[in-house]
C-alpha cells in the first residue's frame, strides 16, 4: 500500500477519513486508512465499491469502478443474528418449535444450546410480552447492544429513521406504537439496563437495515 497525503485524495473509502490513507497496490483505484484495509481487500480479491454520505438518505454503497458481470461486490457478516418470523422458532438455532419446547431457565422459545440465547436468558426472565415478532425485536436489541466494540462503530453508522418511524400509525406489528408499548417498554419492565433511547435507535437500526435469510427446512 502507497501511503497518500490528505491534499491528493477525498477520504477513506469506508469510512471517508483523511488520516493516514493508502492507495490499494493491487488495484489503485481505492485509498482507505489502516482500519479498514481488510474490507477492501478480505482475501485476494479487491472489492469494487466505496461509501458515501448522501444527505437525508444516510451511508449508500456504490460501485468504484466498472463491476463485471457474476463478480464479487461486497464481503460481509452480520452483525447480529437472531429471529424475525411470525412462526415460533428456537432463539438459538431458528428452527421451527413447538410451544411447549421452552428454556428452562427463562421460559422463552428454544430447543439446544449455544452462543446466543445467552445474552437475553437472563434479562427477559420477567418478559411479558404479546407476538412472537415482539418477543423477536426484544432478543435483536439485546444482542445488538452487546456486540464488540468494533462492530458497534460500524452499527452506529447505520441510519435509524426514528423520525419518521415515531410518526407512524400503529396498525402494523412494526408500527412504532407498538415497538414502544409492546417491546421497548417490557423490556424496561424486565430490568434492561440500557436507555430507552439507546434500545429505540437499536430497533430503528434493526428494521432499516436487516436482510431475511429463509433457511432451509
Not at 69 to 77: L, S
Not at 87 to 113: K, N, Q
Amino acid at each position: 500500500m502507497s501511503l497518500l497525503t490528505q491534499d491528493s485524495i477525498d477520504g477513506c473509502f469506508f469510512c471517508n477519513s483523511t488520516t493516514q490513507l493508502h492507495l490499494c497496490d493491487y488495484c489503485e483505484n481505492i485509498q482507505s486508512c489502516e482500519r479498514h484495509l481488510h474490507i477492501h481487500r478480505p482475501s485476494n480479491t479487491c472489492l469494487p465499491f466505496r461509501i458515501l454520505f448522501q444527505e437525508g438518505v444516510g451511508r449508500c454503497v456504490v460501485a468504484a469502478r466498472d463491476i463485471l458481470a457474476g463478480e464479487m461486490v461486497i464481503e460481509d457478516k452480520a452483525a447480529m443474528i437472531g429471529p424475525a418470523c411470525r412462526e415460533r422458532v428456537c432463539l438459538e438455532c431458528l428452527a421451527p418449535i413447538s410451544e411447549d419446547t421452552r428454556c428452562h431457565s427463562c421460559g422463552l422459545p428454544l430447543c439446544c444450546e449455544g452462543p446466543r440465547h445467552h445474552l437475553e436468558c437472563q434479562i427477559m426472565k420477567g418478559w411479558n410480552g404479546g407476538s412472537n415478532l415482539s418477543l423477536y425485536l426484544a432478543v435483536c436489541i439485546i444482542r445488538g447492544l452487546a456486540v464488540d466494540g468494533e462492530t458497534q462503530e460500524l452499527v452506529d453508522g447505520l441510519m435509524d429513521h426514528l423520525d419518521e418511524r415515531r410518526s407512524d400509525d400503529g396498525e402494523d406489528d412494526w408500527d412504532w406504537k407498538n415497538v414502544e408499548c409492546q417491546v421497548i417498554d417490557q423490556l424496561l419492565e424486565c430490568g434492561m439496563d440500557h436507555s430507552k433511547l439507546a434500545m429505540e435507535r437499536i430497533a430503528g437500526i434493526f428494521l432499516t437495515n436487516n436482510v431475511i435469510v429463509v433457511l432451509d427446512s
